[in-house]
């Protein structure tokens, strides 16, 4: 549901001057959304819940499951610092924020459920050999506040189409109760998305993937990567409708005297080119893409989901090649409008 | 021939021939190389991309080069070894612990370096393809991104100097100056025969107390050093004095004091009762005497029927003095140690012997050997040392694989002469004798009178020497056919070839049947000179040419044939 929400007066002058970055929280007055910078007490566009002390509650949310959303930073690594072990005791913000109710033992300990949380989704956890059901993957956020999770990618798995895959959300480390439940779709193709369908209300620390996969070919279950965590959503605007797609095959090709070619095929991989065409210089959006190009650069992985509605299609984990070059149609202080694509390689 | 899976590869649990013609059928594989590099603290395991090979992950982190592994030059005793340099990504700083001023540096140089190449995860079908070593040659270098390791192949550990036992004044304090740090001699094979006419005896012997004064005025026994090794018999009766030109044998009764070894006896001393007269007074040692015994040397044990072998001397050459273990050595060794006929590759009846008190690299000592009786040694596939022999009998005419048009890479088929060892004269050069210093014997000239007439009468002409064989037939037999195949214009040809060939092993003979432009060779045997990998697929291959060079079985009667197995080879 998207509302476009704008009003004057209020908060603008008690908030409509801060500074919020991309992804912060409001954690007073029970709001949950996303402010973001260079807004003002007119034309807000922002995420909320405010629940107001005169007795009424407006559910003004700028949530949406339709446009491009972008998920930047993995709440599901856990924390960035701390001290102190993590509920599975492992030491807080080392990345060890998983715990695999079986894992195929490996002489370097190279199937380690600590796998999930690389950018190299081909180094994968895998469950012991013979062991396809009823496998746990928790995953302690170390942030005792907990996370909202609306955008969950499960990347490089070998499921197949008849696996079952529950995702819970609890703040208690044994899932003694049960805040979020949630069955995933799962269609045997390497990849669960999740997209929540509504704003997440609750945090919840913990988080649990319950699998079972017992006619799968194989004699164990392999993910490489999981993310999730709350994503960076377009409003109103988006990408324009030509999105260009690409699978690159990566061979080595020798070409030989009998007029053929002989590959050493290394690979396959997406790519995907997104245009964006007169977003509002002021609006949050522009701001977010910003933000993005500052923070992950050419050099941070992000999971990309153009289409929420049917996330499989386009999303990508990857790369922005370059920072892209920026059309301003300047038409005035605040009538700017900005044109540029951006692309996004899953082999960078 | 492929089936409807047009991608074996994905599914194969074994690497062999068969799903590599499958795949070349289908014109793609995926054949994947990774490497693992020790470091002071354990290994990184590396690839060109994100894999696992059975329960190790492999991560992105280099490009891999080209390894190469050949057989080396024809008559150029010389195993190349592998050099290899591997550029290991440290853009994240990773590694900097592992280097200079880092808290885990501890050196890497004899770290170890393998790199294999397979598919998919399966363990079991990943072959090395390198195994060596960080040398101090190269080592380790690193930039602001990266780690330059320069590693050389295991095999380096044959490259070691013997003899290695010397005499030392400490030892022997009476030690004449000119033999101070001496090297004490290692003797093979039978030196009872085919010897100098005029001393008798060839082997020289190393005088342990020449400066004794007790010794020069004749009171103590003069003590002789025959060799480090230990021989298997020692003919008292045949030991020879030199002194200026002359030569004079010692009394048997005046050899005393043989040591078990048999490679240490003493000369009796005049004031001890010897009897030995020289020119008509008792023998006392003079400055400047040399003494010369006949010896059997080296005992290679099952009974001795191995001593004479020019294989098995070789090998026990690489077992004693170098690192080698008798599991670095294939079942090759044996199989030529044991050939029996014909006559001229019949290497259980040649006779080698061995006498050498200077420094040798081990590695081009023992293939020196080998080359003299057309044997050649190279790393194999397996990482193995192992023989390859260019004699006519060997040679396949109708080999199993055949290269044709759709495996050779566009432009790289380079057929050229070997101007080097291309002549048609020879003379053979043999028997090495020490106290001549010299081979003390020559075959006759031998010619191909059919080459010397293509060649429009230019004769071109090269000695070949055989030190360790002392019997002329012998000799004669292995210039002769070196003669046949040096005189018959053959070719080596350099191309690069698909993957389809990444199991050809050294010195095995394949068939080239193609069609190039120009360059036509139809079904003609070639043998596999080197062979090189590199992540693209691409192998790299030297090859011999046998097109004008008819074996048995092979006698395709092309014009100006003058050369192979029936060449008519003539004394002068």
Redesign the interface.
């Known amino acids: 549901m998207t509302i476009n929400y704008q009003t004057t007066g209020y908060g603008g002058t008690a908030y409509g001057q801060a500074n919020y970055g991309v992804g912060g929280r409001l954690g007073f007055m029970g709001w949950q959304g996303k402010f973001n910078r260079n807004f003002d007490a007119i034309g807000w566009q922002s995420q909320f819940v405010s629940p107001s002390p005169f007795g009424w509650q407006a559910r003004v949310i700028l949530y949406n499951t339709n446009n491009l959303r972008i998920l930047c930073e993995f709440p599901s690594r856990g924390a960035v610092t701390g001290a102190g072990n993590n509920s599975w005791g492992n030491p807080i913000a080392t990345g060890q924020n998983w715990l695999a109710s079986s894992t195929?033992?490996?002489?370097?300990n190279?199937?380690s459920e600590f796998?999930l949380n690389t950018d190299?989704?081909?180094?994968?956890w895998r469950s012991a050999t013979g062991v396809k059901t009823s496998i746990t993957l928790d995953c302690d956020t170390e942030l005792t506040q907990g996370i909202f999770n609306d955008t969950v990618g499960v990347l490089n798995t070998n499921l197949s189409s008849s696996a079952t895959v529950r995702l819970i959300g609890s703040t208690s480390s044994t899932f003694a109760t049960i805040g979020f439940d949630e069955f995933l779709e799962v269609d045997g193709n390497g990849e669960i998305i999740f997209i929540s369908q509504t704003i997440p209300l609750t945090a919840f620390r913990y988080w649990r993937f319950e699998i079972s996969d017992a006619s799968n070919v194989a004699d164990h279950i392999s993910i490489g990567t999981i993310v999730f965590g709350s994503a960076t959503i377009f409003q109103g605007e988006c990408f324009v409708d030509k999105v260009e797609r690409q699978l690159v095959n990566f061979?080595?090709g020798?070409?030989?005297?009998?007029f053929?070619?002989?590959?050493?095929?290394?690979?396959i991989k997406k790519k995907l080119k997104l245009n964006f065409k007169n977003l509002d210089f002021k609006k949050a959006n522009y701001a977010n893409m910003i933000d993005i190009f500052n923070t992950a650069r050419t050099t941070l992985k992000c999971f990309w989901v153009p289409t929420p509605q049917f996330p499989k299609r386009f999303s990508i984990f990857g790369k922005l090649t370059e920072i892209p070059r920026e059309t301003h149609n300047v038409k005035g202080e605040n009538l700017d409008f900005v044109d540029f694509s951006i692309n996004v390689d899953e082999a960078r | 021939m492929s089936n409807s899976d047009r991608k074996p590869y994905l599914s194969a649990t074994v690497l062999d021939q068969d799903l590599l013609d499958d795949s070349?059928d289908n014109?793609?594989?995926?054949?994947?190389m990774v490497a693992e590099i020790q470091t002071p603290t354990g290994?990184i395991?590396a690839s060109?991309?994100?894999?696992?090979v059975g329960?190790?992950?492999y991560?992105a982190l280099l490009k891999f080069p080209s390894v190469n592994r050949t057989i080396g030059d024809w008559l150029s005793p010389e195993l190349e070894f592998s050099t290899i340099t591997l550029e290991v990504s440290n853009a994240d700083s990773r590694f900097n612990s592992l280097l200079q001023g880092g808290v885990d540096f501890g050196g890497w140089l004899q770290k170890s370096v393998e790199i294999k190449i397979g598919l998919r995860d399966i363990a079991s079908t990943y072959t090395s393809v390198f195994k060596g070593k960080i040398t101090e040659i190269g080592g380790t270098q690193r930039s602001t991104f990266s780690i330059k390791i320069v590693a050389r192949d295991d095999f380096e550990k044959l490259d070691v100097e013997f003899p290695t036992e010397s005499l030392t004044i400490s030892s022997f304090p009476n030690l004449e100056d000119n033999l101070i740090g001496k090297l004490k001699p290692i003797i093979y094979g039978d030196w009872t025969t085919a010897l100098n006419v005029e001393s008798g005896s060839s082997i020289p012997t190393l005088a342990l107390n020449g400066k004794d004064a007790t010794v020069i005025s004749g009171s103590t026994n003069l003590d002789l050093l025959i060799s480090a090794t230990t021989n298997l018999s020692f003919d008292a009766t045949t030991v020879v004095l030199k002194r200026s030109s002359d030569f004079f044998t010692i009394d048997t009764a005046d050899i005393v004091n043989i040591d078990a070894n048999k490679n240490r006896f003493e000369i009796r001393a005049s004031g001890n009762g010897g009897t030995t007269l020289i020119d008509g007074s008792a023998f006392d040692f003079k400055k400047g005497d040399k003494f010369f015994v006949r010896v059997v040397g080296k005992d290679l044990g099952s009974g001795g029927i191995y001593n004479d072998n020019i294989v098995w001397q070789a090998r026990d050459i690489l077992l004693t003095y170098t690192d080698a273990v008798s599991g670095d050595f294939d079942a090759t060794w044996a199989t030529f140690r044991d050939k029996a006929t014909p006559a001229e590759s019949a290497i259980s009846l040649i006779k080698s012997r061995i006498y050498r008190d200077d420094e040798a690299q081990a590695i081009t000592f023992a293939l020196s050997l080998l080359e003299q009786v057309r044997l050649e040694a190279f790393v194999n596939r397996d990482l193995k040392l192992s023989i390859s022999s260019y004699h006519f009998d060997d040679l396949v005419p109708v080999p199993s694989f055949v290269v044709?048009?759709?495996?050779?890479?566009?432009g790289t088929?380079k057929p050229r002469l070997d101007t080097r060892n291309n002549f048609n004269r020879t003379r053979g050069f043999f028997n090495f004798l020490p106290d001549i210093n010299d081979n003390n014997n020559t075959t006759p000239f031998l010619r191909n009178s059919g080459a010397i007439t293509l060649a429009e009468g230019k004769l071109i002409g090269k000695g070949i020497v055989f030190p360790n064989l002392y019997l002329e037939s012998d000799a004669k037999n292995q210039s002769i056919e070196i003669l046949r195949l040096a005189s018959s214009y053959f070719e080596i040809i350099e191309v690069?070839v698909?993957?389809?060939s990444l199991l050809l092993e050294l010195g095995q003979i394949i068939s080239v049947d193609?069609s190039?432009g120009a360059v036509i060779f139809s079904g003609v045997p070639c043998m596999v000179r080197s062979i090189g990998y590199d992540?693209?697929?691409?192998i790299k291959l030297k090859l011999w040419s046998f097109q004008m060079t008819p074996f048995s079985g092979y006698e395709p009667g092309f014009a100006g044939t003058v050369g192979g197995f029936d060449a008519v080879i003539t004394e002068e």
């Not at chain 2, 060109?48 to 696992?52: A, E």
């Not at chain 2, 044709?404 to 566009?410: L, S």
Request: glycine share 4%.
């Open positions: 195929e033992p490996s002489s370097t190279d199937f796998n190299v989704v081909e180094q994968i061979t080595d020798i070409s030989t005297e009998a053929t070619n002989v590959q050493n095929d290394r690979g | 070349q014109l793609v594989n995926e054949l994947e290994f395991y060109d991309r994100n894999k696992y329960d190790i992950f991560e044709r048009n759709w495996d050779v890479e566009k088929f690069s698909t993957p389809r193609i190039i992540a693209t697929g691409r």
